[in-house]
Every structure is written in structure tokens, then in C-alpha cells.
């Protein structure tokens, strides 16, 4: 198995069983390294190059270029400036309205932009789900592509030779 291939170069082409094993394991260490508070996170920052890694060879494997990993990334920075901005707009209502007389107004006002915010990034994060599926589910694009050979598994004994008869 040939673990540095798989999480410390971005060149090449993986199949889908090794995106996934390398996906879990990068995931399963985030998950641990976000219970330890502080440290953790700043140890998490490292786990993001393994994560392009293996997304940048699965993308190859289909034939399609790296740069498509930052479709969802920008998505999110969109949808996390229309959060912030309907939030504060929630809040800014809120501040003008909250006067005595109206502090259930200004109350559900500051909960609408809160729910807005909420819904949009509900949208980032279904589009970075489905962007993960696309990748982890579409076929290899078969033979070589402009980024090698086919895949051969990193993950499990590796394959049989072929049998010459004589």
C-alpha cells in the first residue's frame, strides 16, 4: 500500500475504492483532531493537503482538471457572504425596531435573517455533498487521459499478474 502516493501528491489518477478509503481516513483524523481543543484545529489545517490530494487524483481519473475542487469552495464563500449579510441585515432591523413597543417585531426580525442565513448555508452544504458524491461515484474514465495511465488500486494486494500460456 503506498500511503504517501495517496495522501502527499496530487499527480496521477486513483479509482473510486481508494478516494473513499483515503476520504474516511482524512475524515476519521479531522473528526479526532477536533476534539482536542485549540491544538487540534491547528493540526486539522495540516489534513488539507491529503484532502486535495486525493481529490485532485480522482478528478484525473475521471479526466477532468484539479481546478474543479474550487467550484465548491467559492460556492461556500458566496453563500457564507449572503449568510452574513442577511444576518446583519436581521440584526440591523432589529436595532431599528427595538423599541419598547416593538420588541417581538424586533425579535423576529433578528430570527428571520438568522433562518435566511441558516438556509443558505443548508445550500452550501448540500452542494459541497453533492460535488463529494459526483466525485466519489462517477466512473473512471477508461484507458490513459492526459493525466496517466488508468488507476491501479493504492489500497489491497495488488494485482494478480496475467497468466501466459504456452
Known amino acids: 500500500m503506498d500511503w504517501k502516493f495517496l495522501f502527499l501528491t496530487a499527480e496521477g489518477r486513483i479509482g473510486r475504492k481508494d478516494f473513499w478509503i483515503g476520504f474516511l481516513i482524512v475524515f476519521a483524523a479531522s473528526v479526532v ?7 487540534g484545529q491547528i493540526l486539522g489545517l495540516l489534513l488539507i493537503w491529503p484532502q486535495i490530494c486525493i481529490h485532485a487524483k480522482r478528478l484525473h481519473d475521471m479526466g477532468r482538471t484539479a481546478w474543479l475542487m474550487l467550484v465548491p ?6 453563500c457564507a457572504t449572503l449568510a452574513v449579510v442577511t444576518v446583519g441585515a436581521g440584526f440591523l432591523s432589529a436595532a431599528i425596531l427595538g423599541s419598547t413597543d416593538a420588541d417581538m417585531a424586533a425579535a423576529g426580525s433578528a430570527m428571520a435573517g438568522v433562518g435566511a442565513a441558516s438556509a443558505v448555508m443548508g445550500l452550501a452544504m448540500l452542494f459541497g455533498l453533492a460535488f463529494l458524491l459526483w466525485v466519489g461515484l462517477t466512473p473512471s474514465q477508461p484507458g490513459e487521459n492526459r ?20
Do not use: D, K, R, S
Open 33 to 39: 483532531l477536533n476534539i482536542v481543543p485549540v491544538l
Open 73 to 78: 469552495f467559492a460556492v461556500t464563500v458566496v
Open 147 to 166: 493525466f496517466g495511465p488508468p488507476a491501479q488500486p493504492v489500497t489491497g494486494p495488488p494485482p494478480a499478474p496475467p497468466i501466459v500460456e504456452p
